[in-house]
């Protein structure tokens, strides 16, 4: 699915369309754009995108293999930026993650959804309902709506982590939890590192603005930046940091509680083993084959056999239970 928005001081259009060339007749030159490629993995189509608007061929790569994540500082055709971004929609227990590109030019925004991300289109819904005063912009402006959004959508998934630590925190802490709920937290730990990686490209995007030669955002859009952006992804990196600490404080709890369940199941084992230790010595005594064996001949040798093999059961159990063994 393509969806090109057009806007300039006084017009405002949106053309929707699943064919490549359909949409780039519609491109005004003299207009600013937004074009939206969702779901779109035609490397053919995107190839015709790419050359329309100028950029380097070897971009086609770079948006299919989406080998680095985060801002290209090599930025002589274009800003660009691989994205990864953690939301809070859980799948096989691992947070999923929508990945995308976004390239900036001098008029105009491309945005390769391989997911489409909610942020994108209520975006597009407030500039088509006119919102937002977009025409008063260009598409730097976007640029900073999208990470404003996201950083926004980051308290979302942040709360949603929240709530689950605190459940696997009551699991942990009531010693109830088994080795599934270790596996729980050391799941949603590895899989918030998107989260990290996300404010940085963030702050790598923060930092190459204030370079001379940086042109693709304009010096009123950089103003939004540090006045909104840069407080914003501080106060998020902290939290971030302080729910890895937390998950890593109960992940070492867990591992401690699994390592002290362990220890005792090898401890009754090991009461076990000391209970028929002197069973199996006397069981085996009686077991040898020697002809004169004077108790063999007596009535009450059995009785008496068993007789002392329950003592030494009763009484090791008894004492276990004194010691607090069992």
């Known amino acids: 699915m393509l969806i090109l928005l057009t806007f300039s001081h006084n ?8 064919e490549v060339d359909a949409v780039l007749k519609k491109i005004d030159g003299s207009h600013n754009i937004w074009l939206r490629c969702i779901h779109f993995r035609d490397r053919t189509g995107t190839a015709k995108i790419i050359k329309h608007f100028g950029l380097n061929p070897s971009r086609v790569n770079m948006i299919f293999n989406h080998s680095s994540v985060g ?29 995308g590109s976004i ?11 391989i997911t489409e991300l909610r942020i994108f289109s209520l975006l597009t819904n407030n500039f088509q309902k006119r919102n937002l005063d977009l025409q008063k912009w260009g598409v730097d402006y976007i640029l900073y709506l999208v990470f404003k959004d996201i950083l926004n959508s980051y308290h979302t998934v942040f709360d949603y982590i929240s709530r689950q630590l605190d459940d696997l925190e009551d699991e942990v802490l009531g010693n109830s939890g088994d080795e599934l709920t270790y596996q729980k937290i050391a799941t ?25 030669d940086f042109q693709w955002i304009s010096q009123p859009v950089k103003t939004l930046f540090n006045q909104e952006v840069v407080h914003h992804v501080d106060n998020l990196w902290q939290e971030y940091l302080a729910l890895r600490a937390w998950m890593s404080e109960l992940m070492e709890i867990q591992r401690d509680n699994i390592a002290s369940k362990t220890s005792e199941l090898i401890n009754r084992l090991t009461i076990l083993s000391t209970i028929f230790l002197p069973i199996t010595f006397i069981t085996g005594f009686y077991g040898m084959n020697f002809k ?3 108790e063999l001949d007596q009535p009450w040798a059995y009785p008496t056999i068993i007789s002392v093999i329950a003592l030494i059961v009763i009484g090791s159990i008894m004492y276990a239970k004194q010691q607090r063994w069992l």
Do not use: W
């Open 103 to 113: 390239v900036v030019g001098t008029n105009f925004i491309i945005t390769f959804e």
């Open 11 to 18: 017009h405002l259009e949106l053309f929707t369309s699943r």
């Open 188 to 212: 949603m730990r590895q899989s918030t590192r998107v989260g990290r990686r996300n404010f940085q490209s963030i702050k790598s995007l923060l930092v190459i603005m204030d370079y001379e």
């Open 292 to 294: 004169y064996m004077p």
């Open 71 to 99: 801002i290209d500082e090599d930025v002589e055709d274009c800003l660009f930026n691989n994205y990864e971004i953690l939301t809070h929609q859980i799948k096989n227990r691992e947070f999923e993650v929508a990945r």
